[in-house]
């Protein structure tokens, strides 16, 4: 009569700790499917920047039409990721008739910003930048008297 009772309640329990076993191992996964989503987010979302870039002369008038590039360098700060293998590290456009042009999603760090502009002499300078929104201004110098040896 014991056996019986044994062989009885041992298929229902069985089931009944398989289920919840499996309900387990569900909720686990999904918890940890979340947290690598929301790591993998962040750690996207948090290494990006806007950039604008105003180039001016040096009496304070938009020059359009500038062409404005950025490059970006790992740095300790910001260091290429592993798995983004894909990063864009260089971004070109001109600038507006207001003398800016904008960069999202730029990643954060060492950027290297060279404008060159027509009748101007070219800029190129590093900046570090950290923060999730930068406006960088750039004075451009009128080209220098050129001297011939000859």
Known sequence: ?????????????????????????????????????????????????????????????PIDRAEVILRWHANAKHPRSSFAKNLRTQFESRTDQDGSVSFPGVPQGSIQIQVNAHGYQTFGQIYDIDDEEKTVEIKLNPPQQQYSSH
């Open 1 to 61: 009569m014991v056996s019986d009772r044994l062989h009885s309640t041992t298929p229902w329990a069985y089931n009944r700790f398989m289920r919840n076993r499996g309900r387990l191992l569900s909720a686990l996964a999904t918890v940890a499917l979340v947290l690598l989503a929301l790591t993998a987010v962040t750690l996207w979302a948090a290494g990006d920047t806007k950039i604008t870039v105003s180039v001016k002369t040096l009496a304070g008038r």
